[in-house]
């Protein structure tokens, strides 16, 4: 990426992560699985308790963070290619409970933050929500897929 600067380049955004899951005061089991390089930090929350929450989260986790290979070529995945990884990890969930029917209705939410060359990306499902921090304040960057979120959309 040219700066404007003779020979001079910005580096890539990066990540400095650190991950934390708590179990909240209304289950008695944690669904959450995270994983984080550092060019790409995912987050997946198990539907609501439902069967298999757990397995769904760190199916999709796992998948997205296999698929998407080493660092530099993570930084030059186009948002259509990181849907894509997306959609196969939901692919493969439905393989599961085709194999394993006892986890019929398993789902789970999921938000990958992913830093490219110039630019960062978000992929994002449901309502884990992404916010961007800058200058101490937090905004949020998603959209919620929820029926609340419909509700408040439509008054």
Known sequence: MDTGEQGATRPSPAFETAIRSVTGNHRRSNQDSAGCTDAVVVVADG???????????WTVVRHVL?????LDDVRTRSITDLQAHVAAA??????????DPSLAGMGTTFTAVVC?????????VGDSRAYLLRDGTGRRVSRDHSLVQLLVDSG
């Open 90 to 99: 939901n692919a493969e969930l439905r393989g599961r409970v085709e194999r």
């Open 116 to 124: 490219g060359e110039a630019t960062v990306r978000l992929v994002h």
């Open 66 to 70: 296999a698929g998407l290979g080493d």
């Open 47 to 57: 539907v609501g308790g439902h069967v298999g929450g757990d397995v769904a989260s």
